[in-house]
């Protein structure tokens, strides 16, 4: 059963009359009644009694073609919300981030997007590095911003900032008052590290082991702000980049002496992926602006 053939049977079920269902439906009229003829030898059953070229529809007929509107209702409706969620000036971008990014940079980045296109929607989707990777394998999300390049060649990545990593300690430790320091002083400081489902460990832990030097963990946090929490408290040190929601009382930002502390943000999105016209220039706009 193809959806035109039920498209066939409505009009012809409205008019009555296949001459005029034809001409209506710009077909031959033996293609018309061919289709006609096809579906009721599908559906096993006569859905009008024949008068010549008029057709009388029957008690199957009236029963189906009320089935038949409604389907045909949704289908009209699918497509109109496709038209909505795809249309570059007023459909939707389905983006995840990192959780600490929702502090201060993806909100200023959507608000400076609406405000040159205000009927684009943004469903926001939010967590950790391994949360946010299974929304885009899912298909719940179609890019993501993060910290981390595309570990395969299946993904794209597109660097947007830059922002260097700094040494914090808390304000009563040893070293607060240095301005900038090389991190192999701090070997043999208790540190307090990341843990796996956050993204910026690897890229740490990949620094440390180029620079040479141990880090004694002490603790390992679930999120950047712990991280920055339990070092005000004095419980140790660590690299942090220094953005929004980190920045709290107790703290001392050091500058790192050694090349290559920096904390790249990038999008990433599936190559081979459809991506709707508004997501599409929403990353056009994300190129231009960081570029």
């Known amino acids: 059963m193809e959806l035109t053939q039920l498209e066939y049977f409505l009009a012809v079920a409205r008019m009555e009359h296949l001459t005029k269902a034809s ?27 024949r008068k010549g070229r008029n057709l009388q529809i029957n008690r199957y007929g009236t029963m189906f073609a009320k089935r038949v509107e ?95 990593l700094y040494l914090i300690v808390s304000s ?48 390992d946090a679930d999120d950047l702000p712990t991280v920055a929490g339990f070092v005000s408290a004095g419980l140790g040190v660590s690299v942090l980049p220094r953005t929004a929601g980190l920045e709290l009382k107790g703290l001392n930002w050091i500058n790192i002496q050694d090349k290559g502390w920096v904390w790249e943000i990038g999008l990433q999105y599936k190559k081979n992926r459809f991506l709707s016209p508004a997501t599409q220039r929403f990353i056009s706009y994300l190129e231009a602006k960081f570029n």
């Not at 006609?36 to 059953?45: F, M, Y």
């Not at 496709?82 to 249309?87: D, G, H, L, Q, V």
């Not at 940079?105 to 608000?111: E, G």
């Not at 208790?190 to 910026?200: A, T």
Request: with cysteine; proline share 5%; aromatic share 6%.
């Open 23 to 49: 001409e209506n439906l710009s077909v031959t009229q033996p293609a018309l009644s061919h289709s006609i003829s096809k579906l009721e030898a599908e559906l096993g059953v006569p859905l009008f009694e």
């Open 172 to 219: 009563e430790h040893r070293l607060a008052d240095q301005k900038s320091i090389s991190l192999k002083e701090i070997a043999g400081e208790p540190f307090v590290g990341l843990k796996q489902n956050c993204s910026l460990k690897d890229s740490l832990l990949a620094r440390v082991h180029h620079t040479n030097f141990t880090l004694a963990s002490t603790y």
């Open 70 to 164: 409604k389907i045909l209702k949704e289908v009209e409706r699918g497509k109109q919300e496709i038209e909505e969620y795809s249309n570059p000036n007023s459909g939707f971008i389905h983006l995840s981030y990192l959780n600490i990014l929702g502090v201060d940079l993806i909100p200023h980045l959507i608000r400076e997007y609406q405000q040159a296109n205000p009927l684009n929607t943004f469903k926001l989707l939010q967590g950790d590095k391994g949360l946010i990777i299974e929304q885009i394998e899912s298909g719940d999300s179609d890019i993501m911003i993060t910290s981390e390049r595309p570990v395969d060649d299946t993904f794209a990545w597109m660097p947007m900032i830059s922002m260097p």
